[in-house]
Antibody, heavy 119, light 110 residues
């Protein structure tokens, strides 16, 4: 089955760190760009970061220098290391897959169920 | 990376058509045909329903259509059904190698 499963969410004190994982199955994460999107409680979607097939990474200004996206191809797993967390980072964090052969960077055709991070 | 502007809510009766607008700038929506749309039901992950302004992913009903004029993209849902009631988000490419979402629109089927 093609799916994404996030883990690692939880309650963390302000200033603390947390690492989310996103385990993929049914496809290889290195063949697609992969992204993290978050959604604060009762609010809209916010793009967080992307990692391309070649390994290049980009971040939203709000998390730049605090969050790091990485992946482990051998485990087919995406990660989001979050440092110096603040109340504004409280959200459900989704990992999502970029649509193959799509020119758009915002074309996310497969989403995980989300992981709640509470700061 | 300012959020794209969407109406907070729209509504329509079953069978009717509604349109949700998504306004950006000449740097994002207006400069690229790279607008996508997502449907999100309460407590669920977003669902990919449109990309490249007007292309439907496999399995998405042709009741959903997309368009763009200038800095504003639009999603039209025809033949409204009860299951269309959800939140809808637009999304656009932003130079360089970033993405921005709209604030979201709550669709109510009366």
């Amino acid at each position: 089955e093609v799916q994404l499963v996030e883990s690692g969410g939880g309650l963390i004190q302000p200033g603390g760190s947390l690492k989310l994982s996103c385990a993929a199955s049914g496809f290889t994460i290195g063949n697609n760009y992969m992204t993290w999107v978050r959604q604060p409680p009762g609010k809209g979607l916010q793009w967080v970061s992307v990692i391309f097939g070649g390994g290049a990474t980009y971040y939203a200004d709000s998390v730049k220098a605090r969050f790091i996206v990485s992946r482990e191809i051998s485990k087919n797993t995406l990660y989001l290391q979050m440092n110096n967390l603040g109340a504004e980072d409280t959200a459900v964090y989704y990992c999502a897959r970029g649509k193959g052969n799509s020119p758009g960077l915002g074309d996310f055709d497969l989403w995980g169920q989300g992981a709640l991070v509470t700061v | 990376q300012s959020a794209l502007t969407q109406p907070a809510s729209v509504s329509g009766s079953p069978g009717q058509s509604i349109t949700i607008s998504c306004t950006g700038t000449s740097s994002d929506v207006g400069n690229y045909d790279l607008v996508s749309w997502y449907q999100q039901h309460p407590g669920k992950a977003p669902k990919f329903i449109m990309y490249g302004v007007n292309k439907r992913p496999s399995g998405i009903s042709d009741r959903f259509s997309g368009s763009k004029s200038g800095n504003t993209a639009s999603l039209t849902i025809s033949g409204l059904q009860a299951e269309d009631e959800a939140d809808y988000y637009c999304c656009s490419y932003v130079p360089s190698n970033m993405v921005v979402f709209g604030g979201g629109t709550k669709l109510t089927v009366l």
